[in-house]
Every structure is written in structure tokens, then in C-alpha cells.
């Protein structure tokens, strides 16, 4: 397959390309497009040959549930059985913006969008691009990450191409992701409502709505869920090639933990995943790649420049990576379910 490549510029050319791409959505093709998290492979979310076929670009797992996005709540109606109370004070603070909802799903949903499920999971983005491009269809676009399953998830158009040229009809070039993690997942067909996935609207955020928010253990420990609910849940995500450990606890132990380990693996290829404060403590130990992510009091920059910098260390051969961790609270969870994902579980913690 031929990938077509439409970089927007903001200019009447623009237009011609969401034309196509509209076209192309409807004759049950398939279109990466950006949005405020990540890159998404959008197809038809109602179209079940078109679910099929994301399934099988990304290779992923077919009870992985999609995400439906959408350019305006008022397409609700036709996908969801009930909005709970909650779900519209949500939709009112957060919509268009990286939250998803989970509801209980209407008949015109098909399985193959919910992973078999009868919930279903929607959101309305914030990006100019992809709004544009959701305004131009009358369906839903049921779109996860534009990666091969299991890998980091892109942030930049460059990603994209490494991971799926040949694989979709049309890749959109709207460069680099905001946002730079995947979206809040918000289970709202649960008593109390749930988080499932954390991301930029943190249970701080959303407390603020309802208090009686929670979020589910499995976001941070290692269980497995049978049935996931939520992309991100049950397969191990944002994984580079090489062996990823992080490091939690005290800063400077957390530090000297790492430096520690650098010197038990001199001949191997290490890169360390650090941070604005603490970059300098890793120059001159000999790794092969030293990533500042950002600043510890700016953890949205983090959040922006994670699976960028995992995806450096693929192009680099690394060995090893050495990554620090964060507090579990605000968006310093949200990058630790990431990082935690992309560990497999691997973890040191000195308190």
C-alpha cells in the first residue's frame, strides 16, 4: 500500500487534503491523524470491516477496546445508552480535551470497536487538525495510538512513518503532540466512577467535578486485567527495544541507585533518562545517552517529551535504560503508568 504524507500549513491547501481525507475515511480507509495526546490511526468507529483492519495495521490484539472520537458531544446520543450526571459535568470542564469517557454503549456501536464489551469509549479532541477533520465525516472515528501495538506511542509524524509507512492510506503531518501522553480514561458506568488510565486530567483534576472519584490500583501495580476496559490496561504498552529499569524513592538515593548501576554495566550500550535538575550528576559516567526529559516542576514538559525520548533510545541500539521516577500524584502518575508499562513491571525503589 501507497501512504500518502499531507503536512498542514494553515493555508487553502488544507482544505483539498481534509477532502480526501474525508473521502478516504468513507470509503472505509484508513488515516493517521494528530491530535493534543498522541498520533491516531483513525478509521470508521462504526464500520466494522474498517475496526478490523486498525487491528490488524497496528497489530493489536482484538480485545483491546478503540477509542471513538467525536467532533461534537451532541453525537453522544446515537452512541451511548445514558450520559450519567457526572459524564456531563466532565464533558462541560474537559471536552474538547485528553479525556475519554467510558459509557454504556447504544446498538449502533459495533463489538469490534468495544473489544466485545458493552461499554464504549469516546472522546472529543482538542486539536484544531483533528477536529477539522471529525467535523468532515458523520460517524464516529475510532482511533488509538498510530504505532505497532506494544510499542512507544508517537508524538511526531516521524514516529508515524517508522511504524506504519505502507500500512494506512494517508499519514497527516501536523507536527509534535502537546500533550505528549495518551488520554485520561474515565469509567462513568462504575459506582464510584473510576480513572483507568491516567493522563493530563489528573484525579485531582476530576475530584474537582466529584469527589467521589477514585482510580484503579492497576494504573501503578503489575495486575492484570482479564477483560481490559480501557486501552493500556492488559498488554504491556510504550515498550522500547531495549531493557528499561526505573528508579523510584528519594532523589538523591533514587541518584546514586542509578549511578550505581551505570558502573555494573560498563560495556553495555545505557542511556539515562534524566531530568533538568538532576542532569548534570550523570555527565562523565560514561553512558551512551543522557536525555534531559524536562524540569521536575514542569512535569507536563515531561509528559511531552517521554515517548520521544524512548524512541531515542531505539534509534541509539541501546542496551539499557536507566529511567528516574516521579511522585504517584497529579501528572507524576500519569508519567509513571507510562514509564511502569514501558519497564514491564521493572522497578527499583530505595526510600
Not at 506511542?153 to 503532540?177: A, C, F, Y
Not at 493522563?199 to 466529584?210: P, S
Not at 517521554?306 to 541500539?317: G, N, P, Q, S
Request: glycine share 8%.
Amino acid at each position: 500500500m501507497k501512504t500518502d504524507i499531507f503536512k498542514f500549513k494553515g493555508n487553502g491547501k488544507d482544505k483539498v487534503y481534509i477532502k480526501k481525507i474525508s473521502q478516504t475515511l468513507r470509503d472505509g480507509g484508513l488515516v493517521v491523524l494528530p491530535t493534543e495526546t498522541v498520533y491516531g490511526l483513525g478509521g470508521n468507529g462504526l464500520n466494522k470491516r474498517t475496526c478490523k483492519k486498525i487491528y490488524e495495521a497496528k497489530g493489536r490484539p482484538s480485545d483491546n477496546p478503540l477509542i471513538l472520537h467525536i467532533a461534537d458531544n451532541s453525537q453522544l446520543d446515537d452512541l451511548v445508552a445514558e450520559v450519567p450526571e457526572v459524564a456531563k459535568k466532565c464533558i462541560k470542564k474537559f471536552w474538547p480535551g485528553p479525556l475519554t469517557i467510558i459509557f454504556k454503549r447504544s446498538d449502533k456501536v459495533p463489538d469490534e470497536a468495544t473489544g466485545g464489551l458493552d461499554t464504549v469509549a469516546i472522546r472529543e479532541p482538542s486539536n484544531k487538525i483533528a477536529h477539522d477533520i471529525l467535523k468532515s465525516v458523520d460517524f464516529p472515528v475510532a482511533a488509538p495510538s498510530a504505532n505497532l501495538s506494544g510499542r512507544p506511542s508517537p508524538t511526531k509524524v516521524e514516529h508515524v512513518i517508522e511504524d506504519l509507512d505502507g500500512r494506512v492510506d494517508i499519514i497527516v503531518d501536523g507536527g509534535h503532540s502537546v500533550v505528549g501522553i495518551e488520554s485520561t480514561v474515565l469509567d462513568v458506568t462504575v459506582d464510584p466512577p473510576m480513572i483507568l488510565r491516567p493522563g493530563k486530567i489528573t484525579l485531582e483534576n476530576l475530584q474537582e467535578v466529584d469527589e467521589r472519584i477514585t482510580i484503579d490500583s492497576a494504573t501503578i501495580d503489575s495486575k492484570s486485567h482479564e477483560v481490559p476496559k480501557s486501552p493500556g490496561q492488559k498488554y504491556r504498552h510504550y515498550a522500547p527495544r531495549a531493557e528499561a529499569i526505573c528508579f523510584g524513592g528519594r532523589l538523591d538515593k533514587l541518584i546514586n541507585e542509578i549511578k550505581k548501576n551505570i558502573e555494573e554495566n560498563k560495556g553495555k550500550k545505557i542511556a539515562v533518562l534524566a531530568t533538568e535538575e538532576t542532569y548534570d550528576e550523570y555527565e562523565n559516567t560514561g553512558v551512551e545517552l543522557l536525555i534531559n526529559l524536562g524540569s521536575r516542576e514542569h512535569l507536563e514538559e515531561v509528559a511531552t517529551n517521554l515517548f520521544d525520548a524512548l524512541r531515542r533510545c531505539d534509534e541509539e541500539d541501546i542496551d539499557i535504560i536507566f529511567a528516574e521516577g516521579f511522585e504517584l500524584r497529579g501528572m507524576g502518575l500519569s508519567i509513571m503508568n507510562r514509564l511502569l508499562k514501558a519497564c514491564g513491571g521493572k522497578v527499583v525503589m530505595r526510600i
